[in-house]
């Protein structure tokens, strides 16, 4: 039906950057929603950032002012641009859509996750 497929995680030093893609292909009709989330070990996964179609953001908390969401609905691709990342920050990113695959029919969908690891 629908894939999504995230790349550009790795090792960064603390203070350092990576940015996160993530493309959506196959049975698409249009995309609501996309968003980030990760899950550490013995964590439950959480919400990093979302946005809209419309361009509407949100963050969690504790990356606020660092992390920055944002999607290119002509590509079905939604970027995430870390900045200072810290050694908490270490997490298995995955990447979220709320796709219409089938109008009206919609569901989320996940990636298969991209680790994310920050440490000197």
């Known amino acids: 039906q629908v894939q999504l497929v995230e790349s550009g995680g790795g090792l960064v030093q603390p203070g350092g950057s990576l940015r996160l893609s993530c493309v959506a292909s196959?049975?698409?009709?249009?995309?609501?929603?996309m968003g980030w989330y990760r899950q550490s070990p013995g964590k439950q996964r959480e919400l990093v950032a979302g946005?809209?179609?419309?361009?509407?953001?949100n963050y969690a908390d504790s990356v606020k002012g660092r992390f920055t969401i944002s999607r290119d609905n002509a590509k079905n691709t939604v970027y995430l641009q870390m900045n200072s990342l810290k050694p908490e920050d270490t997490a298995v990113y995955y990447c979220?859509?709320?796709?219409?695959?089938?109008?009206?029919?919609?569901?989320?969908?996940w990636g298969q996750g991209i680790q994310v690891t920050v440490s000197s």
């Open positions: 979220n859509a709320d796709v219409i695959y089938s109008y009206p029919l919609a569901r989320g969908f």
């Open positions: 196959g049975s698409i009709f249009s995309i609501r929603a």
């Open positions: 946005t809209t179609s419309g361009g509407t953001t």
